[in-house]
C-alpha cells in the first residue's frame, strides 16, 4: 500500500494517481492493486478484492463481466492518450463521511489510446504515518 502525508498534498495525490495509472498502463495489475488500501467492509469498501479483479473491471470497462460487443479494454499510458480528458475531482474534507475519512478523488482513465469515461473513484483514509487509496468505484457515469 502506497502511503503519503498527512494531511495530503493534491501534488501528491496527483502524483500517487499518475503511478497507478502508469502501473495499469503496463499491465502491471498485481502492483496496481498493492499501491491500494483493501478495506473489506462498509463504509469506504474497496470495489476490487483481488488484482484479478482489478483487472476485469479494466477489460471490461468497468463492469464484473464481459460486454456484448465491446472489444477488451486496456489502460492506455496517460502521456500518449488522444482526446479530450475529463476533469479529475479531489475534494478534502476530514472525518465528513466517516472517521478516518480524508477525502476523496475521482480520476478518468484513458483506455485504448484516448480518454474514455471510465472513472476510477477512491477514498483518501487515514492510515499510520499518512494516508492511502481506497478504490471504492471503477465505473462509467
Not at 491500494?36 to 467492509?41: D, G
Not at 479494466?58 to 479494454?73: A, H, M, Q, R
Request: glycine letters at 6%.
Amino acid at each position: 500500500m502506497v502511503v503519503i502525508e498527512s494531511p495530503p498534498r493534491e501534488a501528491a495525490i496527483i502524483e500517487f494517481a499518475n503511478k497507478w495509472t502508469e502501473q495499469l498502463a503496463h499491465e502491471n495489475y498485481d502492483t496496481a492493486f498493492e499501491m491500494l488500501r483493501t478495506v473489506t467492509a462498509y463504509p469506504g469498501r474497496s470495489c476490487v478484492s483481488s488484482s484479478n479483479a482489478l483487472r476485469n473491471r479494466i477489460v471490461n470497462y468497468g463492469s464484473d463481466t464481459p460486454i456484448d460487443d465491446e472489444p477488451p479494454y486496456t489502460v492506455t499510458s496517460i502521456s500518449s492518450a488522444v482526446g479530450d480528458q475529463w476533469k479529475n475531482h479531489i475534494e478534502l474534507m476530514p472525518d465528513s463521511r466517516y472517521p478516518g475519512y480524508v477525502g476523496c478523488l475521482d480520476w478518468w482513465l484513458p483506455l485504448n489510446g484516448e480518454w474514455s469515461d471510465l472513472k476510477a473513484s477512491f477514498d483518501i483514509v487515514k492510515v499510520p504515518n499518512g494516508v492511502a487509496f481506497v478504490l471504492v468505484g471503477l465505473r462509467i457515469p
